[in-house]
């Protein structure tokens, strides 16, 4: 049986210690239930609005039921165990039913208690649930998610939009949105305090060309997020802002239409499996040779494509790669140095700026784009394992930037 009513809950604890009650009366329910594994063992569920989880009471700790103002409808329970008093507020018949069949429990009169009105909301309601795998549009709870979920799957269902209830789940370790046609990820996104995994392949994002990438850079996620999966979205771009996933281990971008990668890749220190197959690639940003890769996979992309005419470098004049303005030069140092900056505490212009940075083949920064020329190197002296097309010399070619004739 369950009562809907009003409920004050009164440490008796907090009373010795001179600690007064609040005296709000919380629009609560209580249930009375019978445990599953016993015989004649029977509990009290309270729910409200603010503990949503319960408290279950067990009957046999009742120590004493006040019961003079039933009939205006109020009653108050007191347990051994925990020490506390519920003060209940209620329709008054409703009162009287619920208290005649506590009474039934606690003195194990089993023949007067009608089993059938007692509840059996203590089994269900003591899993809070972690996981939910949603493949069918019709296995969406009615209720909204659970706010307990720690993995989420919503896979194949052709969805167009981010269900903004996923942002409600401050819990949630890993999401899988995969398989479906979402072309817009909302920026609040980014504030998801616990998001380690997220897999958005074979969706849309990039299908109207300019992505909305700004949930990149939001501090969480910056700072959480270990895996992204971005396979299969008809990307041409990857936002230069990506380096701030500083977490990120695991980046995969297979099968879309990327015909470059971003220089600022390379500044992503904690990457270590990198999938950038079946792509346009042409070449790879020389700022990656800075990183430590366990695994890539360049395969189905035009890495070996390049003719020696383009590889030719663009002849300068050396001295002007000596003489540099004095943005360029606090720039270097700023990247070198790995000083934090963001749009809130500098411009977003020199935001701009610091984050189109290349890096020397010797891992200096550089900020000039004048001196540059594309180099075939062999991939496997700077990464465990490497998956790419077969070719004579087993090498990709990359666009190398120079800080200095010495490097050239
Ligand atoms: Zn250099």
Same mark, same amino acid.
């Given at each position: 049986?369950k009562?809907?009513c009003?409920i004050?809950?009164i @440490?008796?604890l907090?009373?010795?210690l #001179? %600690?007064?009650s609040?005296?709000?009366?919380?629009?609560?329910? =209580?249930?009375?239930i019978?445990?599953?594994k016993?015989?004649?063992?029977?509990?009290?569920l309270?729910?409200s609005?603010?503990n949503k989880t319960?408290?279950k009471y067990r009957?046999?700790s &009742?120590k004493?039921?006040?019961i003079k103002?039933?009939?205006?409808?109020?009653?108050?329970?007191?347990?051994e165990e925990?020490?506390?008093?519920l003060?209940i507020k209620?329709?008054h018949?409703?009162?009287?039913c619920?208290?005649?069949? =506590?009474?039934?429990?606690i003195?194990?009169?089993?023949k007067?208690?009608n089993l059938a009105k007692?509840s059996?909301?203590?089994v269900?309601?003591?899993?809070?649930?972690?996981?939910l795998?949603?493949r069918d549009?019709?296995a969406f709870?009615n209720k909204?998610f659970?706010? $307990?979920l720690?993995?989420?799957?919503?896979?194949?269902l052709?969805l /167009? @939009?981010f269900?903004?209830d996923?942002?409600?789940?401050?819990?949630l370790?890993v999401?899988?949105?995969?398989?479906?046609v %979402?072309?817009?990820?909302?920026p609040?996104?980014g504030d998801?305090?616990?998001?380690?995994?997220? @897999?958005?392949?074979?969706n849309k994002?990039g299908?109207k060309?300019?992505?909305d990438w700004r949930?990149l850079?939001r501090?969480?996620?910056k700072n959480?997020?270990?895996?992204l999966?971005?396979?299969?979205?008809?990307l041409k771009?990857?936002?230069?802002? %990506?380096?701030?996933?500083?977490? =990120?281990?695991t980046?995969?971008v297979?099968?879309? =239409?990327?015909?470059?990668?971003?220089n $600022?890749i390379?500044?992503m220190?904690?990457?270590r499996?990198?999938?950038i197959?079946?792509n346009k690639l $042409?070449s790879l940003p020389?700022?990656m040779?800075q990183?430590r890769?366990d695994y890539?996979?360049?395969s189905?992309?035009k890495? #070996?494509?390049?003719?020696?005419?383009?590889?030719?470098m663009v002849k300068?004049n050396?001295w002007?790669m000596?003489v #540099?303005?004095l943005?360029d030069i606090a720039?270097? &140092?700023? &990247?070198?140095q790995?000083i934090?900056?963001?749009?809130?505490? %500098?411009?977003?212009t020199?935001v701009?700026?610091?984050d189109?940075a290349?890096?020397?083949?010797c891992?200096?920064p550089?900020? #000039?784009?004048?001196h540059?020329?594309f180099k075939e190197y062999?991939?496997?002296y700077?990464c465990?394992v &490497?998956?790419?097309?077969?070719n004579r010399k087993?090498?990709?070619?990359?666009l190398?930037y120079? /800080?200095?004739?010495?490097?050239?």
């Amino acid at each position: 049986m369950k009562l809907h009513c009003q409920i004050e809950v009164i @440490n008796r604890l907090h009373s010795t210690l #001179n %600690i007064r009650s609040s005296g709000k009366y919380l629009k609560s329910t =209580l249930a009375l239930i019978k445990e599953p594994k016993s015989e004649a063992e029977y509990s009290l569920l309270l729910f409200s609005t603010v503990n949503k989880t319960g408290t279950k009471y067990r009957v046999k700790s &009742v120590k004493q039921m006040f019961i003079k103002f039933i009939n205006e409808g109020k009653a108050t329970i007191r347990f051994e165990e925990p020490p506390h008093d519920l003060c209940i507020k209620c329709e008054h018949i409703q009162l009287k039913c619920f208290v005649k069949l =506590l009474r039934s429990c606690i003195a194990g009169d089993t023949k007067s208690i009608n089993l059938a009105k007692l509840s059996s909301v203590a089994v269900t309601h003591k899993e809070s649930p972690t996981k939910l795998v949603i493949r069918d549009r019709s296995a969406f709870p009615n209720k909204g998610f659970p706010r $307990t979920l720690e993995f989420l799957t919503i896979s194949g269902l052709n969805l /167009c @939009n981010f269900r903004r209830d996923i942002l409600l789940l401050k819990q949630l370790v890993v999401l899988d949105l995969s398989n479906n046609v %979402i072309e817009h990820i909302p920026p609040e996104f980014g504030d998801m305090p616990n998001l380690a995994e997220l @897999n958005l392949a074979n969706n849309k994002l990039g299908v109207k060309g300019v992505i909305d990438w700004r949930w990149l850079l939001r501090l969480q996620v910056k700072n959480k997020l270990k895996l992204l999966e971005l396979s299969g979205n008809e990307l041409k771009y990857l936002p230069k802002s %990506i380096w701030k996933l500083q977490s =990120l281990v695991t980046l995969k971008v297979d099968n879309n =239409l990327l015909e470059h990668l971003p220089n $600022t890749i390379g500044r992503m220190n904690n990457l270590r499996y990198l999938t950038i197959a079946l792509n346009k690639l $042409t070449s790879l940003p020389c700022s990656m040779l800075q990183l430590r890769l366990d695994y890539i996979d360049v395969s189905d992309n035009k890495l #070996n494509d390049r003719d020696t005419e383009q590889s030719k470098m663009v002849k300068r004049n050396p001295w002007e790669m000596y003489v #540099n303005s004095l943005v360029d030069i606090a720039a270097r &140092v700023v &990247v070198k140095q790995k000083i934090t900056y963001a749009p809130n505490t %500098i411009p977003w212009t020199l935001v701009e700026y610091l984050d189109d940075a290349n890096s020397c083949v010797c891992g200096e920064p550089v900020m #000039n784009k004048e001196h540059y020329s594309f180099k075939e190197y062999q991939l496997k002296y700077y990464c465990h394992v &490497v998956v790419s097309d077969e070719n004579r010399k087993g090498t990709v070619s990359f666009l190398c930037y120079y /800080c200095s004739p010495k490097c050239m």
